[in-house]
């Protein structure tokens, strides 16, 4: 069976559980990461050198990085679904796939959600989390104009870089941050909501991960 390494609380462990449950997948989970541990044991190394979460075990296979993992899913075991058929449409998924990992994920996970839950107002820098906020509001403009073209980002159906990139927008609608009008983003975000594998996995209050005085 195949088998997730990580905390369900994992922003990238929650976008490889949305796409299992998409792909119809029986799974085993294992916590590891955050208060559970175990990422420097010597097991946990052998499968992720870097020691972070998520990795999957498909039998003798094993895969770290989640946008990897989304992907692999999706051509091992989709059946067609989550892979756009045709090469132009599974390039540009691609294109923002790679996007959204080199820029939109620092400067949102890293930048913005990381410094409002894990450090203290007090000992924050609110000037450096505002100027990564807009930064991503920017991008997200960029991204709302895409999806005024089709439903979901490259097509009219649900592919691997609208879990990839779909799995932040929880987080971003709800987190107390400055957004620019976004209305294309907006609607997408609402039908991402109305699946229940999003609502299951992504939909989580991650202000329980906020620690005292954040
Ligand atoms: N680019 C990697 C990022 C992996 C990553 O930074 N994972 C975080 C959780 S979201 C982690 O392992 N943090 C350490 C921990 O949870 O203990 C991916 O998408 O898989």
Redesign the pocket.
Same mark, same amino acid.
């Given at each position: 069976m195949l088998k997730v390494w990580?905390?369900d609380t /994992?922003?990238?462990?929650q976008?490889v559980l949305w796409a299992l449950d998409e792909l119809g997948l029986a799974y085993e989970r294992v916590d590891? !990461?955050?208060a559970? !541990?175990g990422?420097d044991a010597p097991e946990y190394i052998a499968l992720n050198p870097?020691?972070? =979460?998520?990795v999957l075990e498909d039998g003798d296979f094993s895969i770290?990085? /989640?946008?990897a =993992?989304v992907r692999y899913l999706a051509e091992a075991h989709g059946a067609g679904k989550l892979l756009p058929a045709d090469v132009k449409a599974r390039a540009l998924a691609t294109q923002w796939s790679i996007w959204c990992?080199s820029t939109v994920?620092v400067d949102f =996970?890293a930048k913005t959600f990381i410094p409002l839950v894990r450090i203290t107002a007090a000992e924050r820098d609110t000037t450096s989390v505002a100027a990564a906020a807009d930064r991503v509001g920017t991008s997200f403009q960029i991204l709302d104009s895409a999806l005024g073209e089709h439903d979901y980002l490259v097509g009219d159906t649900l592919t691997f870089v609208d879990i990839e990139i779909g799995t932040l927008m929880h987080r971003y609608f709800t987190l107390p941050i400055n957004r620019p009008e976004v209305p294309n983003l907006e609607a997408w975000y609402e039908r991402l909501k109305t699946r229940p594998a999003y609502q299951k996995h992504v939909m989580q209050d991650w202000t329980k991960m906020k620690i005292p005085g954040a």
């Open positions: 990580g905390r /994992s922003v990238n462990v976008k590891v !990461g955050g559970f !541990g990422l870097n020691r972070k =979460i998520p770290w990085e /989640s946008g =993992i990992e994920y =996970i």
